[in-house]
């Protein structure tokens, strides 16, 4: 079974509809983040959490919005889409004094 | 201001013609400079971690090694199935936690 899970793993909307992209992890690691990737740009951070009370924005959080509902789900939300942010994401999760990060499968996101 | 730059951007092999990749970064502080491969449509995949210059890991037919100033992962003999982005990116000691990824390297290694 895989450590680190996204849904959807596809998913096409239209412009201005809210979306919410969400992560489930069983590492049982604390630190969760959010990425978007696109062709030639690599991974950009768009926030990050290092523990349920703790919420950071990354360098590109514009447009979206965060939720950490418990130290295993981490839900990454589109207010109002629009088509710039198709890309694919990615959710990592990291134990708290460890550095590496491990990433889920992905969500290929399509804004129309 | 912390930035990853990987080198090329596209490198093509015969199976078995031994190569490099290089990471090249500029970083306040490095606490550690990561190796990752991504294979189309999955998400990145751990490889290796290094902390200071000199240090080197293995696995399989992939070394990687650091200097103060870049990475490279060698891959020695390579075979079709090591065809993959391989990414870089750098951990800052004073901002744990956030990593910055450089663009990727896409190896493609033909039988």
């Known amino acids: 079974d895989a450590d680190v899970t996204q849904t959807p793993r596809n998913r096409i909307t239209k412009t201005g509809k809210r979306i919410m992209l969400e992560c489930s992890q069983t590492k049982g690691h604390d630190r969760m983040y959010w990425y978007r990737q696109d062709p030639g740009l690599g991974l950009r951070l768009i926030y990050y959490?290092?523990?349920?009370?703790?919420?950071n924005k990354g360098e590109i959080s514009d447009g979206y919005s965060v939720s950490r509902q418990a130290q295993a789900k981490f839900s990454l939300s589109l207010e109002s889409a629009i088509p710039n942010q198709t890309a694919l994401y990615f959710c990592?999760?990291?134990?708290?004094?460890?550095?590496?990060?491990?990433f889920g499968p992905g969500t290929r996101l399509t804004v129309l | 201001e912390d930035q990853v730059t990987q080198s090329p951007e596209a490198l093509r092999l015969q199976e078995g013609e031994s190569s490099s990749l290089n990471c090249s970064y500029t970083?306040?502080?490095?606490?550690?400079l990561f190796w990752y491969r991504q294979d189309p449509g999955k998400g990145p995949e751990f490889l290796f971690t290094?902390?200071?210059a000199g240090e080197e890991k293995e696995k399989e037919r992939l070394k990687a090694t650091l200097t103060k100033k870049e990475s490279f992962l060698h891959i020695t003999a390579p075979k079709p199935e090591d065809s993959a982005t391989y990414l870089c990116a750098v951990q800052a000691t004073s901002n744990t936690g956030k990593l910055i990824f450089g663009q990727g390297t896409t190896l493609q290694v033909k039988p």
């Open positions: 290094l902390y200071s």
């Open positions: 970083v306040s502080g490095l606490r550690g």
């Open positions: 990592a999760t990291s134990r708290t004094g460890g550095d590496t990060q491990y």
């Open positions: 959490s290092f523990d349920v009370k703790d919420i």
